[in-house]
């Protein structure tokens, strides 16, 4: 296939002959997916860390498998802890000139393409522990088998933090589309919905919004496009987890 084949115009219509050759390349794509998933174990017994990796992002391109929500994850006063000592850590936070805060204490530039308003879970001792165990008994042994792995173990947090949107000038209330560094992600509701308007979690490849309640945990392939919809009054409480091979986190 030469370099002319692909000169379509971005800004027009696809010609008859644009269209078919657009669904020639993408049945290719389709077909060598079909293949390499064929050349895999059925069984994720059978299956090494790294092949049930690849047999998840395969099947996930075939099928766009959609976001599911766990119910109840955390219940009500599990939350009310986990959020009272990540607001007391910040608040009590002091300043670092390699860390770029906002005036409650708050990150702002740990994540720097789509950067949030957050706080990283290892930076809190009394809730770290904690959190992975109690997270990794409830969501990840659900997410591996979701995903198709033979044991939780095989998976592990890639990133873990707390995030802030409040629809306040000069505050973060909402995070534009993005993909995650990473195979699934996840975010759990901290605070009562009451508490804040708008909100939500909306993906663009099936172009639905998805609100939680607290406690609740939203599950989604990394590389959808998502995006966290504007707040507009309040506040809203997060905690997100990015989800990969035990030796691929840091």
Known sequence: MNKKEFEFDLFSEFTEEEEALYASIANKFETKRREC???????????????SRLFYKISQDLTQR????????????????ILEKVLNHV?????????????????????SAYPTTDIPCSSIPTLNTFIRDILHTRVIKK????????????????????VKYEAKEGEQSELKLHSDGCL????ILLNMRQEFEGG?????????LYEI????????????????RKIT????????GFVDLGYLTT
């Open 184 to 187: 699934i992600s996840f975010n």
């Open 91 to 111: 608040s009590s936070s002091i300043p670092n000139e390699s860390v770029k805060r906002n005036v409650e204490g708050w990150t702002t530039s740990r994540h």
């Open 143 to 162: 997410i591996s088998f979701n995903a198709g792995f033979k044991s939780s173990n095989e998976l592990d947090f890639k990133d873990l933090f707390f």
């Open 200 to 208: 939500g979690t909306y993906f663009s490849f099936n172009k639905k």
């Open 37 to 51: 998933l064929a050349k895999l174990q059925k069984r994720s017994l059978e299956r090494t860390p790294e092949q």
């Open 66 to 81: 959609q976001p599911y929500i766990l119910p109840g994850i955390l219940n009500q006063e599990e939350c009310n802890m």
């Open 213 to 228: 309640e607290m406690g609740d945990c939203l599950v989604h392939d990394s590389r959808h496009l998502h995006a966290g």
């Open 233 to 240: 009054k309040g506040r809203r409480f997060i905690l997100v």
